[in-house]
């Protein structure tokens, strides 16, 4: 009754203010703790999250039911840029090595759950645009500072902002047509799968992830110069409205999100869980 009277306590003051969600719970996942816990995606039916490390070490299938935890890989690499094929049946990741040259090379797999067969897709990789599962036809990823969309064999660069600037972040939004990404000098914007109709967004959504093709989530985070200091996890809709998820009780980070759920982690490893609507 105290923890349901906490989440209330908690929602009641963002449903005050929703403009871009409505916040219907907020729940601790009771995930291992490990201050160096970060998420590196959900299923799109939100089933179940993909965790790693904040130096994307090591990756972990944990269903959200259940509560049940599946260790994939211990490598390093191993949570970034995670893949999930559309019906959440099976992932494509990475394992990073350093060859005698003392340059990173990068194994990808692919894992069905169903089987729990692993497959290599590629060995020793430096051009990380290879990052497909069987059916994910469009994929994104950063390549020389600039973004790399893929689809099928094919890969074009995008600099909707200027070949100058540095690109980070990027997400393709669920309908296939928009992408959303940072620029290191620059901040959030949002522009139609081909680079055109650029649209700013914010300075303070970093790592943003799209919630439905209207709607991209990210966090607001704010540092000493040092280190973290605080953090938001915001919601900004394309036609300008923004709404703050989470209070300042809590350092949240790096969300991901499916219509129906944002999940986010905190500064000591906890992992939370938002239904929103």
């Known amino acids: ?6 989440a209330l306590m908690v929602a009641a ?7 871009v969600l409505e916040v219907q719970s907020l729940q601790k996942i009771n995930t291992p703790a490990n201050s160096e816990t970060k998420i590196a995606g959900i299923s799109p039916a939100g089933d179940y999250i993909l965790l790693t490390t904040v130096s994307n070490e090591g990756l972990t299938r944990y269903d959200l ?8 890989s211990k490598a390093q690499g191993a ?34 759950f169903a089987s729990g067969k692993r497959q290599l897709i ?7 645009t290879k990052m497909d599962t069987k059916d994910a036809e469009l994929t994104v990823t950063i390549l020389d500072r600039h973004i790399a969309l893929t689809r099928g064999t094919k890969t074009t660069m995008l600099a909707p902002c200027g070949e100058d600037k540095s690109y980070i972040w ?18 959030c914007y949002v522009c139609n799968i081909d680079g055109s109709n650029l649209q700013f967004i914010a300075n303070a959504c970093r790592a943003a992830k799209w919630y439905n093709n209207n709607v991209i989530v990210g966090m607001a985070d704010e540092d000493d110069g040092e280190r973290l200091i ?7 809709s394309l036609d300008g409205q923004k709404q703050v998820l989470t209070d300042k009780s809590m350092v949240a980070v790096y969300p991901y999100a499916v219509e129906g759920a944002v999940v986010f982690t905190t500064e000591q490893g906890e992992t939370y869980l938002l239904k929103v609507k």
């Not at 259940?66 to 994939?72: F, M, R």
């Not at 590629?122 to 990380?128: T, Y």
Request: charged share 20%; proline share 3%.
């Open 122 to 128: 590629a060995k020793g990789q430096r051009d990380l």
């Open 1 to 6: 009754m105290k923890k349901l009277f906490f």
């Open 65 to 72: 039911a259940s509560g049940k935890a599946i260790v994939l």
């Open 13 to 19: 003051p963002m449903l005050a203010v929703a403009q």
């Open 170 to 187: 990027p997400s393709i939004s669920p309908d296939g047509q928009k992408l959303c990404f940072y620029v290191t000098t620059g901040g």
């Open 230 to 236: 605080a953090s938001s996890i915001v919601a900004y």
């Open 79 to 112: 949570g970034y840029n995670v893949k999930i094929s559309h019906d959440g049946k099976e992932i494509a990741y990475r394992e990073t090595t350093i060859d005698s040259h003392r340059l990173r090379r990068n194994n990808i797999l692919r894992q069905n």
